[in-house]
């Protein structure tokens, strides 16, 4: 019986046994699981680990600037400097108009060859950094990058693929609202975004309105119920009754 007691006391607590694994899981994955996370919009929450953009990560955003700088809106809102590096077709307008703040908001729109360089450099001293790869970029040069990226706690918004990426987030559908037929306003575009996690079972998928009708972010529109259908009802006739001649 001493003997059991003894081993029972020396065996690890649950609490130290779920501390232990979780600190091996974040050097496998080379993040904290608890790192604080910096506020996105409402319509984008449920697409990203945690609610918001984890610091000291990267996010994959294919192909589409109005998501990404969708993205970088409320963080720069909140006082977070934001940078976007080789992007230069992105409009201070578009940006603007989309929530960004543009008194926090660092372009540098050709980087050169050293592209990776430079969005490191600009992650020592901004919090959300954009860019939009000029190449393959080799896997020391990104694993060195994701190191910086969690020694300062900063975000990477990625325009296209890029690995080790917290969520890749991507347009399944679009479409405008407001035409008729031929004719009418455009009101606003409505996206399905679907996101991609190595923290989650299965991708999630959200419906957002990018913009609206005032040219902002919001949740689009609930879709309304279908109507029932008539459900066929078979009815039987009876045919004419056969008359016999009696006599």
Same mark, same amino acid.
């Given at each position: 019986? $001493?003997?059991i007691?003894q ?15 979780r *600190?091996q899981?974040?050097?496998v994955?080379?993040?904290r699981?608890? &790192?604080p996370v910096l %506020?996105?919009?409402?319509a984008l929450a449920?697409?990203? %680990?945690g609610?918001g953009l984890r610091?000291? =990560?990267?996010?994959?955003v #294919?192909? =589409?600037?109005?998501?990404?700088? #969708?993205?970088m &809106?409320q963080?720069?809102?909140a006082? !977070?400097w934001?940078?976007?590096?080789g992007m230069?077709?992105?409009?201070a307008?578009a940006a603007?108009?989309l929530?960004?703040?543009? =008194?926090r908001l660092?372009?540098v729109?050709?980087?050169?060859? $050293?592209?990776l360089a430079?969005? !490191? ?5 901004? /919090?959300?950094?954009? @860019?939009?790869?000029r190449?393959r970029a080799?896997?020391g040069?990104?694993?060195r990058? *994701? !190191?910086r990226l $969690?020694?300062?706690?900063a975000?990477l918004?990625?325009?296209? %693929?890029w %690995?080790q #990426?917290e969520?890749v987030?991507?347009?399944e559908?679009?479409s405008?609202?407001?035409?008729? $037929?031929g /004719?009418g306003i455009?009101e606003g575009r409505?996206?399905?975004?679907t996101s991609?996690?190595?923290r989650?079972?299965r991708?999630?998928r959200? /419906?957002?309105?990018?913009p609206d009708?005032?040219g ?5 529109p #609930?879709?309304?119920f279908?109507?029932h259908?008539p @459900?066929p009802?078979? @009815?039987?006739v009876?045919g004419p ?7």
């Open positions: 019986m $001493r003997a007691v081993s029972t006391a020396s065996a690890p607590s649950a609490r130290e046994e779920i501390a232990r694994l *600190a899981l974040e050097r994955q080379g993040r699981l608890d &790192a %506020p996105v919009h409402p449920s697409l990203l %680990p609610g610091q000291g =990560s990267a996010y994959s #294919a192909g =589409s600037m109005s998501l990404l700088l #969708a993205l &809106a963080p720069s809102q006082g !977070a934001c940078g976007a590096v230069p077709q992105l409009g307008e603007g108009a929530g960004v703040d543009l =008194s660092v372009l729109p050709e980087p050169g060859p $050293r592209w430079v969005t !490191a450099t600009v992650a020592e001293v901004l /919090r959300v950094v954009a @860019v939009r790869p190449g080799a896997d040069d990104v694993s990058l *994701a !190191a $969690r020694d300062r706690g975000v918004l990625v325009d296209g %693929p %690995p #990426a969520a987030l991507e347009i559908s679009s405008w609202v407001g035409l008729g $037929r /004719r455009l409505e996206i399905a975004v991609s996690s190595r989650w079972p991708a999630r959200a /419906r957002v309105m990018l009708a005032h902002e972010i919001a949740v689009a #609930a879709l309304p279908p109507e259908e @459900v009802v078979s @009815v039987s009876p009754t056969p008359i016999r001649a009696a006599g």
